[in-house]
Structure formats: C-alpha cells, structure tokens
C-alpha cells in the first residue's frame, strides 16, 4: 500500500470537509434565504456568497477550521489498519500547513498551541467495525462558537419527552445568536453521559431533511423543529423565522432511573465530508 | 439605513446609528479576543504596543498564512463575542475604542458601556471568513505572536468596504439581543 497516495487522500478529504458544505446544507440554506427578509436574509445572503467563495478558491470557509473529528467504519478485512491512526495525523499536520487549517489544539494545562493540529487525544478518531476490506471515513470539523453550547442534562425520568423538549429548548434559547444560527441540531437521548453526548454528535452526520427512520423519533424531530424556530432567534441572532434547519434525534436504551439528554448544535456551516479507502490503498473522497 | 464609512468615524456619526442599520467600514480593524482581551485589561494605553483608539474592534481569530515574510488573510470571520463580556466595558472605556465587531451580540453590560461612550456594536455573519478575508486589504502589524498564537494575537488590518454589518447594538443601549 502506497502510504504517501493514502496520505493525500486524506489532505483532500480535510480540504473538502473545510471549503465545502454538502448540497443538502445548501439547499436549505437558500429555502431559508427565500423564506427570511431584512436582516435575516443579508446574514443568509452573505452565507451564501462565502460558500461559493470558498468553493471556488478553496479556502476553508470559516477561520475556525474546528477540532477534527474522524469516523471511522473499518471493515475487518482491511490489511492495513494498524497504519490508520499515524496516516490519518500525518494527513492532519499537512493539511494544516498546506490548506492551511488554523492551529486549534491547545494544551490545557500550560495553555500553548501545539501548533499543527495535533494534540492529547487529537484529532478525535471515532472507531466502527463492518464487514469487508474497506473503509469509510466521515470527517466532522466542528467550530467552538457552536460546540461551547453543547449540554448534557440529566433529566428524572417521570419528565418524560416533554421533559426533553423543554431541555433541548431551553439550551438553543440560552445559545441565542452565539452557535450561528441557522443551526442543526443534534440531540441523543438515552444511554450514559458520554454515549448520550457521542449520539448527538452522530446525530449531526444525516443529510439536512432526512428524519428517523423511526416514525415517533421523526415525529419528536419535527415537533423540536417547530418549536425552535418559534423562539424567532433567527439567522445570527438577529431575528427571524428560520433559527434552525434541521433537528436530528438518536437514542439509546436508558436505565430505568436515568434520562439523560445531550444536545449537540452544529452551525450552518455544517461542514463534513466522505472518503472511501480500498483494501490496495486506493482512495475516492464523495 | 445603508451608511458607508471610514475609520475613524465622529462621535456624531456614532449617534445617528441604530440597530438593523446596515454599514461597511473602510479603514483599519485590531483582532483581540480572550487572551488579548485579558493583557489589555492589565494595561494603560501608554504601555499598549499599538493605538486602539481610531480601529474598530474585531472579535476574530483569524486564519493566516505567511509567504515570504508577508502575512495573508485567508479566512477571518468573527468570533462568539460574549466570551468578552466581562471585559468589554473596560476596554471601551480605557481606550477610546468606539466601535465593536463580532458575531452573536453581548450582554448588558457592554450595552451600558456602549451607551456611556457613545459607541456601537456591529455583527458580521459567522462563519462568513473567506468574504470577510476578500474586504481584508493589507496586514499592517502584528502583536503579541509569539506569546499567544494565531487565533489569539492582535493582528491590525487594513479594510476595505467591509460588510455588510448590521448595528447590533447602537449608543442609546438598545440591543437586537435582548428581546430573546
């Protein structure tokens, strides 16, 4: 396996993640510019104009490249995954220099940058198994203007649904113009505290627009739409019919004394993107 | 109201702003977020290494790059600028600093400040860093590199047209942000 040729694959799948946002985004980005007037619409306009830009001169379209999150579905026949992990932050420190991405890992402790990227337990590699000799990789960059608002509440379980609308209502409330607004909003529901904040996060990998498969989970999709674009936040917080463009639930089974809650909010800037590596080390970025 | 302007902009000027009103600045912006934020609060002007006072404000951290020795803007949206609530009235107040940019509006305290010194806040849309990077001209002068990183120095640029951005928060305390 060409580990250099896996390499650029990976630089290419991070230069996509950052310069472009998947059409589903978009395409709602614009029912939403139709949709909005005053200045609603000049935040979606300017939005809109800065993802052409950024297509166009492939430059990451917000300075806040985010913290990188990778996941990873490794099919068990893939002779090579042992060399994922070094491949993938080799790929991260390139792409910082040659993008480039602004440096974004901080030491907590002595507050330095590392200056690449790199960092204790960064990037984030989120690791699945499948059958088969491939694998597929989503890369999920992630500002802090919309991750600072992330919640995890642990709610009693007699609060019930209504008990968890209230919460997820309540966070995107407190979160106002801060997250850039129009947002995605994933929520987990279920499970423990780190499962139920990780089912958020996955939550934010659908498509803008496709619901549960599940009828009543896309049923508590919709009503959690509806009810926040009731609270008029609007684009940037200015004001405006449309605060967010899409709400996306994943649950878990839940201890019968725990309703844990995670809310996850993406900006519009709903930035990911796929790649397929081959058992030969062949690559193609979606 | 549509107002084109140039830094530094009259106190009267600062007055017949209110919010929705849409403005573009020609002129020269200062980066400072958290951490420059921190180190000006612990300064007077004259120990500050650059003159505040004249530039607007911008919450950003910028992406940058450098090709031989010249400094280049390639992404540069605005920051949360709440994380700089506690700080804000300080600077206003101490630096003769008159207008504020950034994204997601601030609390009431930089609204009484504003008021007080006759200043405005502005909002440009988040997450809109590469059209903000193309009203970006030159790169005058950077502080505090070493010390603090990319995302956290000041970094002083020289703007052009930049928009649109709609007066948030304007001099008579009113705020787009407060009847959330």
């Not at chain 2, 929705?20 to 420059?36: E, P, Q, S």
């Not at chain 2, 207008?99 to 997601?104: F, N, R």
């Amino acid at each position: 396996m060409d580990e250099k040729h896996l390499k650029s694959g990976l630089v290419q799948l991070i230069l996509k993640a950052e310069t472009e946002i998947p059409p589903d985004v978009v395409a709602a980005l614009k029912r939403a510019y139709k949709e909005e007037t005053g200045s609603a619409k000049l935040q979606l306009e300017s939005m809109l104009t800065n993802v052409e830009l950024a297509k166009k001169k492939r430059c990451p379209m917000c300075q806040d490249t985010g913290i990188l999150s990778f996941f990873i579905q490794v099919g068990t026949d893939f002779p090579k995954i042992g060399t994922l992990k070094g491949i993938i932050e080799q790929a991260v420190v390139q792409a910082t220099k040659d993008i480039p991405l602004r440096p974004n890992t901080v030491d907590p402790m002595t507050s330095k940058n590392h200056g690449d990227n790199l960092g204790f337990y960064l990037p984030h590699l989120l690791w699945d198994f499948e059958a088969g000799n491939k694998v597929h990789i989503t890369l999920l960059p992630k500002g802090s203007g919309s991750e600072n608002m992330s919640a995890l509440g642990f709610l009693s379980p007699s609060a019930g649904l209504e008990g968890v609308k209230q919460f997820v209502i309540s966070q995107v409330k407190k979160a106002g113009g801060r997250p850039c607004p129009p947002i995605i909003v994933g929520v987990g529901i279920g499970g423990s505290a780190d499962l139920v904040m990780n089912l958020g996060k996955r939550a934010l990998l659908r498509p803008v627009g496709v619901h549960h498969t599940d009828s009543l989970i896309a049923t508590l999709e919709m009503e959690l739409l509806e009810m926040i674009n009731k609270t008029g936040i609007g684009a940037m917080g200015l004001g405006g019919k449309i605060t967010a463009l899409d709400v996306h639930v994943e649950v878990a089974h839940r201890h019968p004394a725990s309703l844990p809650v995670g809310v996850v909010i993406q900006c519009w800037a709903d930035r990911r993107a796929s790649m397929t590596i081959n058992a030969d080390g062949s690559w193609k970025v979606d | 109201m549509e107002y084109h302007a140039t830094l530094p902009v009259s106190p009267d000027f600062l007055k017949k702003l209110h919010v929705n009103d849409i403005l573009y600045v020609t002129g020269k912006l200062f980066t400072a977020r958290d951490c420059a934020h921190e180190k000006m609060r612990a300064m007077n002007p004259k120990d500050l290494p650059f003159d505040p006072s004249g530039m607007a404000l911008y919450h950003c951290g910028p992406l940058m790059k450098q090709e031989q020795e010249k400094w280049i803007v390639v992404s540069a949206g605005p920051t949360t600028s709440s994380r700089m609530e506690d700080v804000e009235d300080i600077i206003l107040d101490r630096f003769a600093v008159h207008m504020i940019i950034g994204k997601g509006g601030m609390g009431k305290r930089t609204a009484k400040a504003l008021k007080k010194t006759g200043s405005v806040y502005a909002a440009f849309p988040g997450g809109v860093g590469v059209l903000a990077a193309e009203k970006i001209t030159g790169v005058s002068q950077v502080f505090w590199l070493e010390e603090l990183g990319m995302p956290e120095a000041v970094w002083v640029l020289d703007v052009q047209e930049f928009g649109p951005l709609v007066v948030a928060m304007d001099s008579t305390g009113r705020s787009l942000y407060q009847r959330l």
